[in-house]
């Protein structure tokens, strides 16, 4: 493999930890929602309060925290989700479709454990020797740099 090939492997490598990332954003997200909702039922309980006990004062600066945090949040995770379509689109555009196959096995599927699946795996499942397989390879990643060459895609 040589050094073109390298680094877009490992530009497209990053699409699963990627996925990762914005399943957790995602989750916390939803926690911090939760948490907004339990926050703003509390202070809006309708009891009477002590003179001077300023709950809400307090109530209200955690709600903007965690309206700040989960606007730093929502911005991670669009660029993430900018990033997985982008790999994905360049997948999308190489033409052969064994190529093609080879790179959603690759680089967009993912076993149990949340890794690649493995070459064997792959070899099985496409019915090619591992030479074969990473001859092929190397051709889909040739054919993805071609892609990205004409579209300035970055990761």
Known sequence: MNQDQYKTS??????????????????????????????????????????????????????DKLDQIEDEIVRELEELKDKRDKINGIIKKVKKPTLRRLLEMRYLESGKDSRPHSWEYICCKMGYSWRQIHRLHKEALDAVKEIKDGTHWHT
Request: hydrophobic content about 30%.
């Open 10 to 63: 490992q530009e497209l490598k990053c699409y699963i930890t990627t996925k990762e990332r914005i399943n957790e954003l995602e989750q916390e997200i939803k926690e911090l929602e939760s948490r907004l909702e339990g926050l703003t039922a509390q202070n809006l309980d309708g009891m009477p309060k002590a003179p001077g006990f300023s709950r809400s004062d307090r109530v209200e600066k955690i709600l």
